[in-house]
């Protein structure tokens, strides 16, 4: 059975949204009710990692994320993941390069959905880490 995947959803360039009536739209305000800051996100899922773990996202070719998916789309896995796990940083010498922070990852498995270029896969952690959610 083949993946479901969300990318025919992206525009290229991602230009600026706007709402129904033209405006810009933003990223809604961080209530801390419905829309949490990462650091609360991460926290209240409970997820646990090993430290000494092996990351358990696999990117094939960093080289289409850092040529084609960023020219084509401004790297979206930096804007979907709710954990900002994906950071597309610029080093002294003025190279881009994505940077991973598997610690961050909520498990929801959104990278691999929204992935433009099926570049990322997401797999289990070792020793059954990942999120604890509860009912309090």
């Known amino acids: ?22 405006s810009p739209k933003t990223q809604p305000e961080v209530d801390n009710t419905l829309y949490l800051d990462k650091l609360t996100g991460v926290y209240l899922s409970g997820t646990r990692h090993e430290e000494n773990q092996p990351c358990h996202l ?20 930096t804007r979907f993941c ?26 929801c498995k959104t990278c691999e ?5 099926n570049n990322i896969i997401w797999s289990c952690p070792e020793g059954g880490g990942g999120p604890n959610f509860s009912m309090v």
């Open 1 to 22: 059975m083949p993946l479901y995947h969300d990318s025919e959803t992206l525009m290229e360039k991602s230009p600026p949204v706007s709402d129904k009536n033209g």
């Open 58 to 77: 696999l990117i094939h070719d960093p080289g289409i994320c850092v040529k084609e998916c960023y020219e084509k789309y401004k790297s979206p896995c």
């Open 82 to 107: 709710p954990g900002e796990v994906y950071e597309m940083v610029t080093s002294t010498d003025n190279q881009r390069h994505l940077k991973l922070n598997p610690s961050n990852c909520l498990h």
């Open 113 to 117: 959905i929204k992935d433009p270029f």
